[in-house]
């Protein structure tokens, strides 16, 4: 059995949304090391194209797209410019999202943030999802890979609003992969625990660290890496008969900020 073919990405076309940095980031430069051509893009396009030129350095095949995923016209330019520079979209990874970090008190935030933070961690990876299909549908193969959280099944003070919006999240994959399997299109989610990214530094003390370690089996918090080869996993043929799922990769623990 050649076990590399199943992580083979050679002539497949990769989407990343927020790729210009932390999980986004893993997940472009694991794609792209499994062969696949990959559409680096973010808020900031200065980032994404540094991601871009590392993996070109490298070898492989990128380009940077700036995104805004709270726009709409943002998310049509991202397909097409990912169509128009390599063809088709094959793996689609929602990866942008935004909230919670305990800092969602619900008497003091407002109607806006609420809708703001539904719409960057669900109506984009919906949008993004069925603008990206009818190209996957054509070329034959297609993965969807959505970053939901551990806050999406954990409970605790100030997060209503993110933890619902990734539990959304987990829900629309479960019932979209029941639409998209009949178009040859699988729907999984990566659920990360606690993972060493610039959005964690933003909220993490060595108290809260400490905590969250006394309930991690696996004594430390997640690296990038550690989620990317999650979304790997999902994006590749190896879980060719895998869809609807989430799998969370959290040390085999609870990591909780209070
Ligand atoms: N780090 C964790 O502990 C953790 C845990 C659970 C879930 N997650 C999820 O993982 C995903 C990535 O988080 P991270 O920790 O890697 O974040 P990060 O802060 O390291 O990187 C986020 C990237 O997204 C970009 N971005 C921000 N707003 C954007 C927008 N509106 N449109 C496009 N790009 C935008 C940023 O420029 C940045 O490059 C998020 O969906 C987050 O909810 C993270």
């Not at 997940?27 to 993996?55: T, W």
């Not at 800092?103 to 960057?120: M, T």
């Not at 990206?132 to 034959?140: F, I, R």
């Not at 909220?203 to 790997?232: K, N, Q, Y």
Request: contains cysteine; charged residues 15%.
């Amino acid at each position: 059995m050649n076990t590399e073919s199943l992580f083979d990405l050679t002539g497949k076309v990769a989407v990343v949304t927020g790729g210009g940095d932390g999980i986004g980031r893993g997940s472009c430069e694991i794609l792209a090391a499994a062969g696949a051509s990959v559409v680096v893009s973010d808020i900031s396009l200065e980032k994404a194209q540094q991601v871009a030129d590392g993996i070109v350095g490298a070898g492989g095949k990128a380009v940077a797209v700036a995104c805004n995923v709270l726009l709409e016209d943002d998310l049509t330019n991202l397909i097409d410019s990912a169509v128009k520079a390599f063809g088709t979209v094959n793996i689609l990874v929602n990866n942008a999202g935004m909230g919670g970090g305990g800092r969602e008190n619900p008497f003091s935030i407002d109607r806006a943030y609420v809708e703001r933070i539904y719409a960057i961690n669900v109506f984009a990876p919906w949008q993004l999802s069925k603008l990206a299909a009818p190209h996957m549908q054509k070329s034959g193969y297609g993965s969807i890979v959505n970053i939901t959280s551990m806050s999406s099944v954990n409970n605790s003070p100030s997060m209503a609003i993110y933890g619902s919006s990734k539990a959304a999240l987990n829900h629309m994959a479960s019932n979209l992969a029941f639409d998209y399997g009949p178009m040859g299109i699988r729907v999984n989610n990566v659920g990360p625990g606690a993972t060493r990214t610039h959005a964690l530094s933003t909220v993490l003390t060595p108290e809260i660290e400490a905590r969250m370690l006394a309930h991690t089996p696996i004594h430390r918090l997640g690296e990038v890496s550690d989620i990317a080869g999650a979304v790997l996993y999902f994006a590749s043929p190896v879980s060719a008969w895998v869809s609807g799922q989430t799998l969370m990769v959290n040390g085999g623990g609870v990591q909780t900020l209070d």
